[in-house]
């Protein structure tokens, strides 16, 4: 499995801009499917934004228009760049990657707070 290492949560004021990032420890070129989820407390994960190995995206609706998945094979990373951020995108945001064969592997997750 990938090991995957996400950074770039923290505070930030509603209206406000994040990007996070997802670093792996292996090639991505041939990881079929790189996703962001999110996981609020008290709340189940959920996933927020996909990314093909071909670079098809989709977006879970609260997502859609505000944040936008990338993928930057040469350096292995994946990124999260999330604007206009709301109070309820507060969560932990975790990277996941999914093969065929290998199944999925997780980041440890950064945390996202959202406040004035």
């Known amino acids: 499995q990938v090991q995957l290492v996400e950074s770039g949560g923290g505070l930030v004021q509603p209206g406000g801009s994040l990007r996070l990032s997802c670093a792996a420890s292996?090639?991505?070129?041939?990881?079929?499917?790189m996703r962001w989820y999110r996981q609020a407390a008290g709340k189940q994960r959920e996933l927020v934004a996909t990314?093909?190995?071909?670079?098809?995206?989709s977006y879970t609706d609260s997502a859609k228009g505000r944040f936008t998945i990338s993928r930057d094979n040469a350096k292995n990373r994946v990124y999260l760049q999330m604007n206009s951020l709301k109070p309820e995108d507060t969560a932990v945001y975790y990277c996941?990657?999914?093969?065929?064969?290998?199944?999925?592997?997780w980041g440890q997750g950064t945390q996202v707070t959202v406040s004035s």
């Open positions: 996941n990657a999914w093969q065929v064969g290998d199944g999925n592997s």
């Open positions: 292996t090639s991505i070129g041939s990881i079929l499917l």
């Open positions: 990314i093909t190995s071909s670079g098809i995206t």
